[in-house]
Each structure stands twice: as C-alpha cells, then as structure tokens.
C-alpha cells in the first residue's frame, strides 16, 4: 500500500465560506421566573371612620402629595363637629350673660344696693 504524498502548499491551502448576515425571528423563549417589588410602599390608615363615597385613585397608581386618594363619608364625625360648634355658641353666650352681668352689679356696688360679696360672686363668674 502506498501513501498519498501531501504538499505543503495543498495543506495550507483552506476553504472559506462566507454569507451576509442578517435579522431572524427567534424561534426559542425564555421565560425566567420572577418577582417584580416596589422601590416605595406605604400603608395608608383612615383618620375617622365613615364609608367611602369616591376612589380618586386605583391601586397602583402614581400618586402626588397632597392628591385626594378618596372622599370619605363620616356622619358620626359630622355630628361631633355639630356638637362642638353648639358648645362653643353656648359657652360665648354664656361669656357675654357673665360680663354684662358683672357690669351690672358693679354699677349696683356704686349705690350701695348690692354687697361686695354678691359683687364679687358676679365677676367670679367671669373669669
């Protein structure tokens, strides 16, 4: 058996193919699992109790300071706040019955008619 002589040149010597290239679909995806979390969270708490008459704004939704979030309907509230400016309105009245009574009786002092003391209980009343 005798062996094919191989020159230098014929070794050295290789073929190349060449082609363009070019965009195609992607025929496999990958799908990877994961969580996605926000940078910021905050829990909000309602100040008073009452029911919700408007939802300004939907979970997830980017938020301004100061923006209304929602519109609360809080009728115990709404009659608290009534009470308190009857109290007030009564308690002015009441301030107003006191210091014309105390000028009343310190004119009375100045004839004589009334005692110091009842003079004193009136302006006690005053303060």
Do not use: C
Not at 2 to 11: D, F, G, L, N, Y
């Amino acid at each position: 058996m005798m062996q094919k002589v191989v020159t230098a040149e014929e070794i050295t010597h290789q073929t190349v193919a060449v082609t363009n290239v070019g965009r195609r679909a992607a025929s496999v995806q990958l799908a990877l699992p994961g969580d996605v979390h926000a940078f910021e969270q905050t829990k909000i708490y309602a100040r008073a109790d009452g029911y919700l008459l408007k939802w300004n704004t939907d979970i997830g939704t980017k938020v301004e300071a100061g923006q209304v979030l929602a519109v609360i309907d809080s009728p115990e509230l709404d009659q608290e706040l009534l009470q308190s400016q009857a109290a007030l309105a009564q308690a002015e009245a009441n301030l107003i019955l006191a210091r014309s009574s105390a000028e009343r009786w310190q004119g009375l002092l100045q004839t004589r008619a009334v005692s110091q003391q009842e003079v004193d209980e009136k302006s006690g009343a005053l303060v």
